[in-house]
């Protein structure tokens, strides 16, 4: 079959025609089996959102940022408990998301705005609210949740940068003398350290003394195991019983006495 | 002497041909709002433009889509060890200006070309000044069907030229750097916006509107026999693409201050 010119311009154009669709489509601008719902979002900040920026409930994209425009609302759309830095909220993102995913989207929401991707791409995230609470109807109003503000964190730390270098400016005798003193005794320490390295008398010394230790703690365990046995209970208690009746006797004498027995060594 | 030769007589024949250039694009406007159309004639020529270039303009982009991305792809990995770019930097290129100057330029040298050979021979071989005889405004009859012809016809090309160029990058992207259709095209709508083909579709009517009436001008102009048509027309093609460009630069430099 031979096509006529006319019919091969017209193919041209309706192939152009659909690739159009196809790339409006492609590109989120339109989508005609779509069925979205919009909510809108209130912001103090919305850190670099733009118009187009995907919208995730739950982690998936859902949706998209409609459109971004100043407002000032009035009294009534400031919580209760809202201090009065926070009633003014004067960006507003229309927001379209699907209507399957709308379901999720209740009054208690939390509306972030997240970063993601290598080219640090500025998305909404939407978590699922509870069921107790009421869904989010098409066209109301939430308020988002600012997002950090990254150039007011590095303002603030040159600003605190600059006090540090301010108290360091003003004490520098004093901080001078400081880490002096801390160098001269870090010096001796080390040095100290290094005669008690070097002392030979000190390590045989200390030596003894740790052997005399592991002989006591020995003897100790010894004493203890035996106290725990049956034949020790008894002993225990018999002098428990002797000291209760020596009591109301002469108790220096008797405290004498056991000193200079040496009974209360080796009993304690 | 010497100043006039070189100065004043290019300069003077500049403004000449900027007035020519004004006056044919202000009558063909003109005709454009008033009449009368030929509908036949532009058709002919929408096919001429359009099916007839359609080949050409197919293989010059889906290669020069496939060479585009392979290159960003290779610089990519050079410069910052990895392609996960590629889809946004070659989708934006393609969209902003591989789909239309390669359509645009080889529709300069194909239809530009032919135009002002076929409207330079009815000059030297006096049709034109029969035309006028014959109560027949030449502008009306050769330039009008061809501008609105090339304007549709470089829009729907560049389209076409858009779509054949993705789909080379994409096959390349999915080929050789293993990413999948889905992959590519979720990332290309980081970068692309429909703002960036309507755009692309304004610069190549700009560019459609060019090519006709700059090759009617040397045409018109024409003088001298076969080896003046053949002058004319290198002239032509050499004009034209010059002021493409330029003009490729001021509309992505307009463009730019909304995209």
């Not at chain 2, 058709?43 to 991305?69: D, E, K, N, Y």
């Not at chain 2, 005889?133 to 330039?143: C, G, N």
């Not at chain 2, 999948?180 to 990332?187: A, D, I, M, R, V």
Request: proline share 4%; glycine share 6%; net charge neutral.
């Amino acid at each position: 079959m031979k096509l006529s010119n006319e019919a091969k311009v017209g193919l041209l154009l309706f192939t152009t025609l659909i690739l159009t669709v196809v790339f409006a489509w492609l590109m989120g601008a339109t989508n005609p089996f779509k069925r979205s719902v919009h909510f809108y979002v209130t912001y103090n900040f919305a850190g670099g959102i733009e118009v187009g920026s995907p919208v995730r409930v739950a982690g998936i994209k859902v949706g998209k940022v409609e459109k971004i425009n100043f407002f000032v609302p009035d009294q009534s759309f400031s919580t209760p408990d809202a201090k009065p830095s926070e009633v003014l909220t004067p960006l507003r993102l229309k927001v379209s998301i699907s209507k399957e995913a709308a379901e999720g989207v209740r009054k208690d929401s939390k509306f972030f705005i997240n970063l993601a991707g290598i080219i640090g791409e500025r998305y909404i995230e939407v978590t699922p609210g509870t069921f107790e609470s009421p869904k989010l109807t098409n066209g109301e109003t939430v308020r988002g949740i600012d997002p950090p503000r990254i150039d007011q964190l590095i303002s603030q730390s040159f600003d605190l940068a600059g006090k540090i270098k301010e108290v360091i400016e003003e004490n520098e005798g004093d901080i001078t003398k400081s880490i002096r003193l801390l160098y001269q005794l870090s010096a001796n320490v080390n040095k100290t350290l290094e005669h008690i390295d070097r002392s030979k008398m000190f390590k045989t010394d200390l030596a003894q003394l740790i052997n005399n230790l592991i002989e006591i703690t020995g003897d100790v365990k010894v004493l203890t195991a035996k106290s725990q046995s049956e034949e020790g209970k008894k002993t225990l208690e018999l002098l428990y019983k002797l000291l209760w009746r020596l009591e109301p006797m002469d108790q220096d004498a008797v405290r004498k006495f056991f000193q200079k027995e040496g009974i209360r060594t080796r009993l304690f | 002497m010497v100043l006039y030769n070189l100065i004043l007589s290019p300069a003077l024949g500049f403004i000449i041909a900027c007035r020519d250039i004004t006056f044919i694009l202000s009558r063909t406007l003109v005709i454009c709002l008033k009449g009368p159309y030929r509908i036949r004639e532009i058709l002919q020529h929408m096919h001429s433009i359009g099916v007839g270039s359609l080949p050409i303009v197919a293989i010059a982009t889906a290669f020069a889509g496939t060479v585009v991305t392979s290159e960003i792809a290779y610089h990519m990995d050079a410069a910052l060890k990895t392609v996960e770019m590629i889809p946004g930097f070659s989708a934006q290129f393609v969209f902003r200006e591989l789909g239309i100057a390669i359509p645009a330029l080889l529709l300069v040298a194909k239809v530009g070309a032919s135009t002002t050979a076929e409207v330079g021979t009815m000059k030297v071989t006096e049709q034109i000044d029969a035309l006028r005889l014959l109560q027949i405004d030449p502008i009306e009859y050769l330039v009008f069907p061809r501008f609105v012809a090339s304007i549709v016809m470089v829009a729907v090309l560049t389209v076409i030229s858009i779509a054949i160029t993705l789909t080379c990058a994409i096959s390349v992207a999915v080929l050789k750097y293993n990413f999948s259709t889905l992959e590519y095209l979720n990332s290309l709508t980081h970068f692309i916006s429909y703002l960036d083909l309507i755009c692309a579709v304004i610069k190549g009517m700009v560019f459609g509107a060019v090519i006709p009436i700059i090759s009617c001008f040397y045409g018109f102009n024409c003088t001298g026999g076969a080896q003046g048509v053949g002058t004319a027309t290198t002239n032509s093609v050499v004009t034209s693409t010059i002021i493409v460009i330029v003009l490729d630069f001021i509309l992505t430099f307009a463009f730019s201050l909304i995209l």
